[in-house]
């Protein structure tokens, strides 16, 4: 029999453990309230104006540099949505939108300097104007976002303030979100798990990055952008079993090497 101090001890663990088991089970999510222009001020960086958006690099908007959507882009960009929505409906917009925020990073990769924009973290790319984190890229993707919004490219959804999802096992990942106006359902729309001007990965946001309860559905929209947006479905989806389990790896739901989720 153990000694009264050790005994101590042990029941002390024993109600540790249980404790800790559900905390690795559980996971934070970081709503704030407000418009999505109140993002920009916790990062001290710029709400767009008109068409002039204001994008964020080097981690945690440390640079950030005006560029300025033409209205040819505009033009451009609703062209790309429209040859790709197959139907006036809210899933065809997520589709569409999707196509819409690649064609946007590639467009002001140039002028930025973020056309080589590695995919996860990486934590040697803090401080480097080339590269983004998921912090970047979700106040990017807001701008993005408010710039079709202001355009009427938005017809089904509202744009809402990003929110931040993590737990014992996953670094704290910022995605920019945006509201379906018929169901009310919430998307997470994500542009950091691939290479720069890739399309976003767009999902439930109950089950984006640390999935809520049970709730656990699969990205909508993911996968490399295609210049011609042609609309096929292969385009948005997985070439194969491969390509899925690496996108998923990237995204954090599985084991990855330290620092390449976030």
Request: proline share 7%.
């Amino acid at each position: 029999m153990l000694p009264p101090s050790n005994r101590s001890v042990s029941k002390a663990l024993l109600g540790i453990v249980p404790s800790a088991a559900l905390l690795l089970l559980g996971g934070c999510v970081y709503e704030q309230e407000g418009p999505p222009e109140a993002h920009f001020g916790q990062f001290a960086a710029k709400a767009p104006q008109a068409n002039t958006v204001t994008v964020c690099h080097a981690y945690g908007c440390k640079m950030q540099t005006p560029f300025t959507f033409s209205q040819a882009d505009i033009e451009d960009i609703a062209g790309v949505m429209d040859g790709v929505r197959r139907d006036d409906s809210p899933h065809e917009e997520r589709r569409a939108l999707a196509y819409a925020i690649g064609w946007m990073e590639r467009r002001v990769a140039p002028t930025v300097g973020t056309a080589s924009d590695r995919p996860g973290m990486d934590f040697l790319g803090s401080g480097d104007p080339s590269q983004q984190d998921c912090v970047d890229e979700a106040t990017n993707t807001t701008s993005y976002l408010l710039v079709l919004r202001r355009s009427g490219l938005l017809r089904h959804h509202t744009v809402e303030r990003p929110f931040a999802k993590d737990d014992l096992t996953h670094w704290p990942h910022w995605a920019a979100v945006i509201r379906e106006k018929e169901s009310g359902e919430r998307f997470a729309v994500d542009s950091s798990a691939g290479p720069n001007g890739e399309n976003p990965t767009v999902q439930d946001a109950a089950s984006f990055y640390v999935p809520e309860g049970d709730r656990v559905m699969p990205p909508e929209s993911s996968g490399p952008a295609i210049a011609d947006a042609s609309g096929e479905d292969r385009a948005i989806g997985y070439d194969d079993l491969g390509d899925l389990i690496r996108r998923v790896q990237t995204m954090g739901y599985a084991e990855y090497s330290a620092g390449n989720t976030r």
